[in-house]
């Protein structure tokens, strides 16, 4: 008797009008046009790409839902090469991430993989006074415990920063923008879930003491201690965030049970 074979489901194939816009995509890196540059005519791209008119304004349609091109009307109108900005590839990841219920476990893991050889990286290649003045002017917006929620909640954002800021000191795109997502991801996390409340004094403490010694290492240019610090910064955040939300959740389920 033959061995059983597993047939693997195939993927779908692309519908047309995507097939252009992929192919639109290729023709505008092969050239090496730039954010502004205007794109062929309709016309022309009909052309081109031996397609429809629908088919044509459909890619089109396509690539201007994913930020790649931009069109204007009037004088001077055209479709246009457009450079996605930051802060919209972030909130169509953000989308994404929407209903996958990430934990605070699931930011950290990233965060203490990530943060460490940033610092490491911006320590070996040398802040500026003028960039360790940036930081610290972040860390002025924390420099006292919150006596209240809502001063925590700001304060929990404010510290988040710091940590976003850090990343667009970074030479490389990549880890910065996924440093500076994470950190956004976690304060909505904080936020949505209430995670601020009550203040939580030791946490805000370490956070202090760990960023006023990262300051210190990255100004020495000191890799090794840079590294470390703010290896053990993100786990003892780590450990203290999940406390706050383990208690956040039995006092819920307190209130639930009086109710």
């Known amino acids: 008797m033959p061995p059983a074979t597993t047939r693997s489901t195939p993927e779908p194939r692309p519908s047309r009008p995507q097939q252009v816009a992929d192919a639109i995509k290729d023709w505008v890196m092969d050239r090496g046009l730039q954010p502004g540059d205007r794109l062929p ?26 930020g790649l091109v931009k069109s204007r009307t009037g004088p001077g109108g055209g479709t246009f090469v457009h450079q ?44 500026s006074e003028a960039q360790i003045a940036r930081l610290q002017s972040v860390m002025a917006r924390y420099a006292e415990p919150a006596e209240t929620a809502e001063e925590e909640r700001e304060q929990h954002i404010a510290s988040l920063r710091f940590h976003a800021v850090l990343a667009e000191m ?13 950190a956004n991801m976690l304060s909505e996390i904080t936020v ?48 203290l965030m999940k406390a706050q939300e383990a208690a956040l ?11």
Not at 84 to 110: C, T
Request: overall charge neutral; aromatic content about 8%.
């Open 170 to 182: 970074a030479g490389n795109p990549l880890m910065r923008f996924l440093i500076r997502f994470t």
């Open 84 to 127: 996605v900005s930051e802060e919209r590839a972030a909130a169509l990841l953000g989308n994404y991430f929407y209903f996958q219920q990430l934990s605070i476990s699931d930011i950290y893991q990233i965060r203490e993989a990530l943060e460490p050889e940033l610092a490491a990286s911006l320590a070996s290649e040398g802040l």
């Open 249 to 259: 959740t039995r006092r819920f389920l307190s209130e639930t049970t009086i109710i």
């Open 41 to 66: 005519s309709e016309p022309e791209l009909i052309e081109r790409f031996s397609m429809a008119k629908g088919t044509i304004r459909e890619a089109l349609r396509i690539l201007e839902a994913q």
């Open 192 to 239: 949505t879930r209430q995670l601020y409340d009550p203040p939580n004094r030791e946490l805000w403490a370490s956070g202090m003491g760990y960023q006023s010694r990262l300051l210190s290492a990255l100004r020495a240019g000191d890799c090794d201690a840079a590294r470390r610090i703010l290896r053990e910064h993100m786990q003892t955040a780590h450990r």
